[in-house]
């Protein structure tokens, strides 16, 4: 079985994107007031005053242009220090029961790809799904299509021929990922709003919810080596 694994609010507690997003800023290789900016954006799309994809496109904007060896540089970083520790001890037993059983697992986020492989690392998991950049000589360029979000996600699964074998196990925490729990055989909502699982019932999804988030802090699977 397949198992899609939402990275942002159901690996882990946090954002990786803003989290790199304040690396870049701190290394000087984006401004600070372009984080600022986002800032914003990310606050008025919780307010439910920005689309998921107008956020989105401001975020991969922000690494546009930008050297790929100093963004590589700062998602090592950044992962190792940052992102690691919030990850749910209780997903990374989840990822590990399902190696366990054989399931191929693969981490699925709108996050850049170059943050997500590294997330994927600390929980002993190689496949991804993320949002890729073309690269023109030593930068960043456009965002390949279709980023790894909505019906983008799903798209980006079929190609990689992880629908093949059949409906996978989606963990999620959030509406944007619909498109995948709407072909999903069960899905698993992390921490959801009472709107997410309204709709899981209203769409007939098979389903459980989970609530993550009082364990003792993770601890990565990276040895010592690795950091």
Not at 33 to 38: D, I, P, Q, R
């Amino acid at each position: 079985m397949v198992v899609l694994f939402d990275v942002d609010r159901t690996l882990l507690s946090g954002n990786c994107t803003a989290a790199l997003a304040k690396a870049l800023a701190s290394a000087g290789v984006v401004p600070r007031s372009a984080v600022a900016s986002l800032a914003v954006q990310q606050l008025l799309y919780r307010l439910k005053r920005r689309s998921f994809p107008a956020l989105m496109g401001r975020t991969y904007r922000l690494i546009q242009g930008c050297e790929i060896t100093r963004v590589e540089e700062c998602a090592e970083r950044v992962v190792h220090d940052v992102i690691a520790p919030t990850i749910y001890p209780e997903a990374a037993a989840r990822i590990a029961m399902h190696r366990g059983r054989g399931d191929q697992v693969v981490l699925a986020s709108a996050a850049p790809a170059v943050v997500i492989e590294r997330v994927a690392r600390c929980v002993g998991v190689s496949a991804v799904l993320a949002t890729e950049f073309e690269r023109i000589g030593p930068r960043f360029g456009p965002v390949k299509a279709p980023p790894a979000y909505g019906a983008g996600k799903l798209e980006l699964a079929g190609r990689a021929g992880l629908l093949d074998a059949g409906p996978p196990h989606v963990y999620t925490d959030h509406a944007e990922d619909w498109a995948m729990v709407l072909v999903s055989g069960f899905a698993t909502f992390v921490n959801p709003t009472a709107q997410v699982i309204q709709d899981a019932r209203r769409d007939g999804i098979a389903h459980e919810v989970v609530r993550w988030g009082d364990a003792p802090r993770f601890s990565s699977m990276l040895s010592p080596l690795d950091r």
